[in-house]
């Protein structure tokens, strides 16, 4: 089972959008951090699939993700 970073993004107009870095072109996004979530959820099983399909290598997770807090 491969476990791939995303990363989520607040919106300008109150929503949020997403990506995965090691999918590139794989987004999604939602009027909520859930529906986000769950956006992101079907668009990398949507990605891979097609990958499959395409007989194309899924590649492995590299990135990595951390929230630093700073004062």
Do not use: W
């Amino acid at each position: 089972m491969r476990k791939y970073a995303i990363i989520i993004e607040r919106a300008d107009d109150g929503g949020f959008g997403a990506y995965a870095p090691d999918l590139p072109g794989c987004v999604g996004m939602g009027k909520s951090k859930e529906e986000t979530l769950q956006n992101m959820v079907e668009a990398i099983q949507f990605h891979l699939e097609g990958m499959v399909e395409e007989g194309l290598s899924i590649p492995e997770p590299k990135s990595e993700a951390e929230n630093l807090v700073f004062v």
